[in-house]
């Protein structure tokens, strides 16, 4: 294994990342606040789609971020609706909201890009950051890429700091683990759960944004592949913690960009087989492969305000 093989092997791990860290955040925001969100799927298909047909008709790839965000913030504010106002199972609506993105975007997919599937879309430019990006191997991984990657590594930074040493991250966190206490305490748990899923809807939707403008460059049907689940097993691979989190899903990229590699070199497996690693490794995490995640105690109880009830 050469460098050369090596440097574009971790380059690609990086790209592959990114869409499942900013989908994993947005779930860590909903789900810190006691909303499960298995709705991460429908999330990333709908920015996905969003973003491609709005810098397919504008040639604007900004107008398509944009785009992606407000779509995200209505999914996201679908989804706190249904739990949050109409105590629906949280679980319910999150897949409920996953069916219709999947058949929404098909059947407007096969309109929007039907005599156009192949046509590549504009794309974010790599902005190089003076100095690091003349590092060697890791000035191209971290310091040559779009401004959605420099986002990312903002978010993460943020978040951390904001769930942990702030005063409102103590709110959001205490609404996900004893809402009736955040409640007593003057804390609003229907507003604090509002905003994390609709802000958790924004970032899945930026994770499908970049899937489109960064990674393939247009549109097809089903392409989130399943990154919201692994997005999930994400959270729980890092504990609900934005570091650890991020982390797993940096094992999940490397794990799929190996299996492409593998694939690539044409090794005599079967591809069928190596399409299931990344997904053998987040069932692998799921069941406690790196310890006992115990999850924020509120998760997926809906929480009645008014009555001061939990069913």
Aim: net charge positive.
């Amino acid at each position: 294994m050469d460098i050369a093989f090596f440097s574009d092997y971790l380059a690609s791990t990086i790209h592959l990342t990114i869409p499942l860290a900013y989908a994993t955040l947005g779930g860590l925001y909903s789900e810190r606040s006691g909303i499960l969100n298995i709705a991460l799927e429908g999330m990333l298909i709908t920015g996905a789609f969003t973003s491609a047909s709005a810098t397919f008709y504008t040639n604007n790839v900004w107008i398509g971020l944009v785009a992606a965000l407000i779509v995200g913030a209505l999914v996201g504010l679908l989804h706190a609706f249904l739990c949050v106002t109409l105590r629906v199972n949280q679980l319910v609506s999150g897949l409920a909201i996953n069916l219709v993105a999947a058949g929404i975007t098909s059947f407007l997919g096969r309109l929007v890009f039907a005599n156009n599937s192949t046509q590549r879309l504009p794309n974010l430019i790599a902005i190089k950051i003076p100095i690091f990006a003349n590092i060697p191997l890791v000035g191209r991984l971290l310091f040559q890429q779009d401004i959605l990657v420099y986002l990312l590594f903002i978010i993460i930074g943020f978040t951390t700091y904001f769930l942990f040493y702030t005063n409102p991250g103590l709110n959001l966190r205490a609404v996900g683990e004893y809402p009736q206490a955040a409640d007593t305490a003057g804390v609003s748990v229907v507003r604090i759960r509002y905003m994390a899923v609709i802000f958790g809807g924004c970032l899945a939707s930026l994770g499908g944004a970049y899937l489109t403008l960064v990674q393939v460059r247009y549109f097809t049907e089903g392409m989130s592949a399943g990154k919201g689940f692994i997005a999930i097993a994400s959270l729980i691979f890092g504990k609900w913690h934005p570091i650890y989190s991020t982390l797993a899903c940096l094992l999940f990229g490397a794990t799929e960009a190996l299996q492409l590699r593998i694939q690539a070199l044409g090794v005599n497996i079967p591809y069928q087989f190596l399409m299931m690693l990344p997904y053998i490794t987040a069932l692998l995490a799921t069941i406690g492969l790196a310890g006992k995640s115990t999850p924020p105690a509120g998760l997926g109880v809906s929480y009645g305000s008014s009555k001061h009830d939990v069913r």
